[in-house]
């Protein structure tokens, strides 16, 4: 089993940055691609970011430019960094593996247990 545990969330205001992480723990070796989703109130949870064990990289639209996964693979530690925070991007920001190169939702295994992000004035 693999256990997800995100950390770094919390309140900013606009124009704020925060940097999530997510420690990965127990059967490690089945996890390949990883990511980043979120979902706000009402809302389906939707892709943030994802990162190859290669190191390929993806994002949304709506956070290209000002997001930025990474991970230190020695560590078992997924990271984002966000910046240049809109109100929009308020939300619950969940961890996710799986077992292929790539990760999409319909791949995703494992899932943290989230950690809110509020964007606000």
């Known amino acids: 089993q693999v256990q997800l545990v995100e950390s770094g969330g919390g309140r900013v205001q606009p124009g704020g940055s925060l940097r999530l992480s997510c420690a990965a723990s127990g059967s490690i070796f089945s996890i390949n691609a990883m990511g980043w989703y979120r979902q706000a109130p009402g809302k389906q949870r939707d892709l943030v970011a994802t990162?190859?064990?290669?190191?390929?990289?993806n994002y949304a639209d709506s956070v290209k430019g000002r997001f930025t996964i990474s991970r230190d693979n020695a560590k078992n530690t997924l990271y984002l960094q966000m910046n240049s925070l809109k109100t929009e991007d308020t939300a619950v920001y969940y961890c996710?593996?799986?077992?292929?190169?790539?990760?999409?939702?319909?791949?995703?295994?494992?899932w943290g247990q989230g950690t809110q992000v509020t964007v606000s004035s």
């Open positions: 996710a593996g799986g077992p292929f190169y790539y990760l999409t939702t319909a791949s995703v295994k494992y």
């Open positions: 990162i190859t064990t290669g190191g390929d990289t």
